[in-house]
C-alpha cells in the first residue's frame, strides 16, 4: 500500500552550458513518489533520468543548473527542524520543504538523512582510503551523532593514515555494524574495519546501500544500482532493496534502462525520452498497455523466448541541444504524422478510469499491426555443418610470480586459473553461446582460443590445424580466417583514426588483396572494400572520413563488425558485443549479425552475460564457472530444461519485463565467485551450490546441509569472529532469540530464508561419504541418544564441559548461522564443533564437522560428459 507524496517534482529543467550551446538534459519533468512505493524513472543513456535524480537532490554541479521547477520533500520531522534552526525559512511550508529554494547547509541535512542515494559504481562511489566502518559512521555522525568530523589537522593526518586512529565512538560503531549486518554483509564486526578493495562488487554495493541506509531515510534514490553487477549478484541486491524497503518502509525511485528490473522492483513507471516523461503510470498498465510510441517500440526492442526477429527502434537519440519542435521522438517515431512537430504535444489519459496512466503522444491509439512487418521476417534456420573449431584440456594461467626471476624459481605458485581444462565443440555455420558471471573465464577462453593469449596447456584445432603448433607467420596467415569483435568499440577503435583507416587496416596488415590481383591498384580496390563492408554493416560510405568520436555507440560497434569482417573470416568470437548498447541499439547490431552470418556463412562464439540476448542469437550455449564448462546444450533445451545448479541459478536470476511474472522460486545464490587463485576442491559450484549433496548416511533437509556447509566454509577460512559472539551471548540473560536480534541487527527472517534457494530432497544419496560411526561417537562425547532426538545439544546438556556462558555462545552461534532445523546428531555434530570453536580450537571444529558431513562434491571433480546435453554435476552420476 502506498501513502501521501513524499517527493514531488513539478516543471523541472535542468541545462548544462557547453560551448555549442545549451543542453536540456531535463526539460519540464512532473514526477511524484508516494510514501512506501517504488517508482521506475526508466530510459535509454542520454534520456536525463540521472539528472533528475540528481537535482531532486540537489547535486547537479557546474556548468548544469536547475533552471526553473519545484522539488518538493513531504516531512514533518525537516520541516521542524530548519524552523528551529532559523526565523521563519522560506523553503518550508507546512510539513513540506521546498529543496530547489533550500539553502546548501539544508541540503545536506536532508542528504544521506531523509532523502539517500545509492550509485551505479560502488568502486568509485567508496572512498578508497576509509575504512567501511568510518564511511557508514560518517553518515551516522552527521546526521545522528552530532555532526562531522572536524576540520582539524588531527582528523586530516587520519584520513590520510587511516590506521592511525580510528575514532568512532563506540555508539557509532555498534551502529555501524548494525547497519553492514542488516545489508547482509557477514561477520560485520570484523569487516567494519576493513576497505573498499577488501570487499567483492556486491558486497561493495551492499556497504553504499548501508551507507544510504545508515539514517533510516524515507526516500532512497537508487540510480542504476545492478547495472555493473552480474544477473546472480543483481537478484541478491534487488532482493535485499526489497526486503529492507518492506522493513523500513521507505520510498525507492528506482532509476534503470533495465525493464527487466523496472517490472520486477517498482509498483509505478515513468518512461524518459529526451529529457522529458513520455509515459508514466502503474507497472502492469505500462508493460500491458503501453500507450506511448517510445515505450511501445523500447518493449518491441527486448529479446524475448517469442521473438524470432527483433524489431529495433530506427535512429537514435536527439542532440539535446537542438530538439526538434513538438515531439522528441517525432523523428524515430513510426507513427509520426505531421501535427506531431507543430506546437506542444499534450498528455492524454490511458487506461481505465481511475487510473493513473498518462502518455505524452496526440494519438489516442495506434496499430502495432504496422510496426515491424518488413523487418519482422523469421530468422532463417541456417546450415550447421561439421565441427570448426575445437578445443580439448585448453587452460589459460596467469602468473602472479613479481618478476621473471620468481617465475624461472618456479615461485608461482599461486596463478590465476583463468581457463582450467575447456573442451569445446563450434560447429560450422552455428552461434555457440558462452555464458558466466563476470570472473568465469569467458572473455579469456575466448580470446585464448584465437591465440590472443597463449595457453598455458591444451589444444586448439581449427579447421583442421592445431593453432598451439602453429609458428609465427602461419597463425598470421591463419588469423584471417578468425577475427575478434570487441565490447566497448569506443577503446577498440583507435581514436587517431578515421572510419576508413579502421577498416582497412586489416586488409593491410593481410596484404590485401594479393599483389597483381585485378586492373585496379590495390589502394582501389580496399577502396572498394571499405565501401561494400560499410554498406554491408549499415553505415554510409561516406562516413569513412569521420573519427569514432563523432558516431553514435551503435555506428561505432558497427564499424568494430566491418573491421571483423574486413578479412573475410570464417569464425569470429564476439565478445559482449552488445553489452554496451542500449536496448534498441542492441536490437540492430543482434539483427546484423544475424543477417551476416546468413550472406556470409559465418560461425559465431558468442560471449555474453545477458542471458536473454544469448537466447535469441544463440543455437547452443556453453555454461561456464570458474574457469570451467559446466553445462552445454541447444539453447532451447537449456532453457526449458537446465541441469546443472549453477545454470538453474542464472536462469532463475533474470530479470522478466514482466511484472505480472511469478518469481517466486527464484534461486538466489549466496556469496560470490570465489577466487580463481584457489578454486575450491572437487565441484568448484560447491560453495554456493544450493543442491550440493549430503552423504548418503547422514538425514538432513537440503537447507541445512547447505548452513551446515557454510558454516565450513566459514571455519575453514577462520572467518567466524568468535569474541564478538562471547559478548553478544554475555550481553542478554536470554542469549537464545535477544543475542540474535543483537547479532543480526534485526535482519528480516525471510530475506535469509529465501537465499537458500531450496533444493528437492530427492537429489541426495548418489555418494556415501558419511563419517564413520566410531569416529561419530568420538565427537559426540558419548552423549545420549535420547537427548540427541530430542534435539537437546550435548554441549548445552553435558555439565563436564563448557560452563554455562560457553554454552550461551554456543546457543548463539547456531542460531547465526543456521535458520533451518538441525536435529538429532546433525546438531549434536554442530555444537560439538562449536564448542571447539569457543574454546579456540579451530582444527577440532574443521575435523569434527568434515567427518560426519563431507560431500562427494568436495571430493570429487565431476566430470563433463559427451552426451547431447551433457552437465558437470554428481547429480547426474551413474549410480
Ligand atoms: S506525438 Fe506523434 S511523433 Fe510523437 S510519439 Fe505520438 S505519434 Fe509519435
Ligand atoms: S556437483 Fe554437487 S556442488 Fe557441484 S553442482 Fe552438482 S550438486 Fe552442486
Not at 545489508?183 to 546501500?209: A, K
Not at 544419496?765 to 537437546?792: F, I, K
Amino acid at each position: 500500500m502506498t501513502g501521501d507524496p513524499l517527493l514531488s517534482i513539478s516543471d523541472l529543467r535542468t541545462q548544462f552550458a557547453t560551448d555549442r550551446g545549451r543542453v536540456k538534459a531535463v526539460d519540464g519533468v512532473d514526477l511524484t513518489v508516494r510514501e512506501g512505493e517504488t517508482v521506475g524513472l526508466v530510459g535509454e543513456s542520454g534520456s536525463g533520468k540521472s539528472v533528475t535524480a540528481l537535482s531532486a537532490m540537489g547535486l547537479v554541479d557546474d556548468p548544469g543548473e536547475i533552471v526553473s521547477g519545484e522539488v518538493k520533500l513531504r516531512s514533518p520531522e525537516l520541516a521542524e527542524e530548519f524552523r528551529s534552526r532559523r526565523k521563519n525559512p522560506g523553503f518550508v511550508d507546512g510539513d513540506v520543504v521546498d529543496l530547489t529554494a533550500a539553502p546548501e547547509e539544508s541540503l545536506r541535512a536532508v542528504r544521506g538523512g531523509e532523502m539517500s542515494m545509492v550509485f551505479q559504481d560502488p568502486m568509485t562511489s567508496l572512498n578508497p582510503a576509509l575504512t567501511v566502518g568510518e564511511q557508514v559512521g560518517e553518515s551516522l555522525r552527521l546526521h545522528q551523532y552530532g555532526g562531522r568530523k572536524k576540520d582539524n589537522w588531527l582528523n586530516a593526518v587520519r584520513e590520510i593514515l587511516p590506521k592511525m586512529g580510528n575514532d568512532l565512538d563506540e555508539q557509532v560503531v555498534e551502529r555501524a555494524v548494525e547497519v553492514l549486518s542488516e545489508v547482509g554483509i557477514p561477520e560485520p564486526t570484523t569487516r567494519v574495519d576493513e576497505y573498499p578493495h577488501e570487499f567483492s562488487g556486491g558486497m561493495r554495493q551492499r556497504v553504499l546501500i548501508a551507507i544510504a541506509l545508515a539514517c533510516r531515510p524515507g526516500l532512497l534514490v537508487a540510480d542504476e544500482p545492478t547495472t555493473a553487477l552480474d544477473v546472480t549478484i543483481q537478484a541478491q541486491i534487488l532482493d535485499l532493496i526489497n526486503d529492507l524497503q518492506d522493513e523500513l518502509g521507505m520510498s525507492v525511485l528506482m532509476i534503470t534502462h533495465d525493464l527487466g528490473v523496472v517490472a520486477e522492483t517498482c509498483d509505478r513507471v515513468a518512461v524518459m525520452y529526451a529529457g522529458e516523461i513520455v509515459e508514466e503510470g502503474p507497472v502492469e498498465e505500462i508493460f500491458g498497455n503501453p500507450s506511448h510510441p517510445y515505450t511501445y517500440t523500447l518493449l518491441e526492442s527486448i529479446p524475448t523466448e517469442e521473438k524470432e526477429r527483433l524489431t529495433p527502434i530506427e535512429g537514435n537519440v536527439p542532440d539535446l541541444i537542438d530538439m526538434p519542435d513538438g515531439c522528441n521522438f517525432a523523428p524515430r517515431c513510426p507513427w509520426a504524422k505531421p501535427e506531431c512537430t507543430e506546437g506542444d504535444i499534450p498528455y492524454l489519459q490511458h487506461g481505465p478510469e481511475g487510473v493513473d496512466h498518462r502518455s505524452k503522444c496526440v494519438l489516442d491509439d495506434f496499430d502495432t499491426n504496422e510496426y515491424g512487418e518488413d523487418d519482422a521476417l523469421a530468422a532463417a534456420d541456417h546450415d550447421v555443418g561439421e565441427p570448426l573449431l575445437e578445443t580439448e584440456g585448453l587452460k589459460k594461467h596467469f602468473s602472479r610470480a613479481d618478476g621473471l626471476l620468481d617465475e624461472w624459481l618456479g615461485l608461482d605458485g599461486a596463478s590465476v586459473k583463468a581457463v582450467d581444462g575447456v573442451d569445446l565443440t563450434v560447429y560450422d555455420g552455428e552461434t555457440l553461446g558462452l555464458v558466466g558471471e563476470s570472473g568465469c573465464g569467458k572473455s579469456t577462453t575466448g580470446r585464448t582460443l584465437l591465440r590472443l593469449l597463449e595457453p598455458t596447456e591444451g589444444r586448439v584445432v581449427f579447421a583442421g590445424d592445431d593453432l598451439t603448433d602453429l609458428g609465427k607467420d602461419d597463425l598470421r596467415k591463419k588469423r584471417r580466417d578468425m577475427q575478434m569483435i570487441f565490447q566497448d568499440p569506443m577503446s577498440s577503435l583507435d581514436p587517431r583514426m578515421t572510419v576508413g583507416q579502421i577498416v582497412t587496416e586489416p586488409l593491410k596488415i593481410h596484404d590485401l588483396p594479393a599483389e597483381g590481383s585485378g586492373d585496379r591498384s590495390a589502394r582501389e580496390q580496399r577502396r572498394e572494400r571499405v565501401t561494400e563492408l560499410l554498406e554491408a554493416v549499415g553505415l554510409d560510405p561516406n562516413q569513412r572520413a569521420r573519427y569514432p568520436h563523432e558516431l553514435s555507440g551503435g555506428q561505432r560497434q558497427r564499424v568494430g563488425i566491418a573491421r571483423a569482417l574486413a578479412v573475410d573470416p570464417d569464425f569470429i568470437v564476439a565478445d559482449e558485443p552488445v553489452s554496451a548498447l542500449d536496448v534498441s541499439v542492441q536490437a540492430q547490431i543482434l539483427n546484423l549479425m544475424e543477417d551476416l552470418q546468413e550472406e556470409f556463412g559465418l560461425t559465431y562464439l558468442f560471449i555474453a552475460h545477458d542471458l536473454s540476448v544469448v537466447r535469441h542469437i544463440c543455437d547452443r550455449i556453453a555454461v561456464m564457472y570458474l574457469g570451467e564448462v559446466v553445462e552445454v546444450a541447444d539453447t532451447d533445451e537449456l532453457f526449458a530444461d537446465p541441469k546443472h545448479p549453477y545454470t538453474q541459478a542464472l536462469l532463475s536470476a533474470i530479470p522478466e519485463p514482466d511484472p505480472t511474472a511469478d518469481t517466486d522460486d527464484r534461486v538466489i545464490l549466496e556469496g560470490d565467485v570465489p577466487s580463481p587463485i584457489n578454486p575450491p576442491s572437487g565441484c568448484h559450484f560447491r560453495t554456493r551450490c544450493p543442491q550440493v549433496i549430503p552423504p548418503t548416511d547422514v538425514d538432513i533437509d537440503q537447507e541445512a546441509y547447505r548452513e551446515v556447509m557454510n558454516l565450513r566454509q566459514r571455519v575453514e577460512s577462520r572467518n567466524i569472529d568468535v569474541e564478538a559472539v562471547r559478548a553478544e551471548a554475555a550481553a542478554g540473560p536470554e542469549s537464545g532469540a535477544n543475542t540474535k536480534a543483537a547479532t543480526d541487527g534485526g535482519a528480516p527472517e525471510d530475506r535469509r530464508g529465501t537465499e537458500d534457494g531450496g533444493a528437492p530432497e530427492d537429489r541426495r544419496g548418489t555418494e556415501d561419504g558419511g563419517a564413520p560411526e566410531d569416529r561419530r561417537e568420538a565427537t559426540d562425547g558419548g552423549a545420549a541418544d535420547s537427548a540427541a532426538d530430542t534435539g537437546v545439544s550435548s554441549a548445552t546438556t553435558d555439565t563436564s564441559g563448557p560452563t554455562n556462558a560457553d554454552d550461551d555462545t554456543v546457543a548463539t552461534l547456531r542460531e547465526r548461522y543456521f535458520e533451518h532445523d538441525l536435529r538429532g546428531e546433525n546438531r549434536r555434530v554442530v555444537d560439538a564443533a562449536l564448542a571447539a570453536l569457543v574454546e579456540g580450537d579451530w582444527e577440532t571444529a574443521e575435523s569434527t564437522l568434515r567427518e560426519r558431513f563431507e560431500s562427494v562434491c568436495e571430493r570429487e571433480d565431476p566430470e563433463l560428459g559427451d552426451e547431447a546435453h551433457p552437465a558437470a554435476c554428481h547429480l547426474y552420476d551413474a549410480n
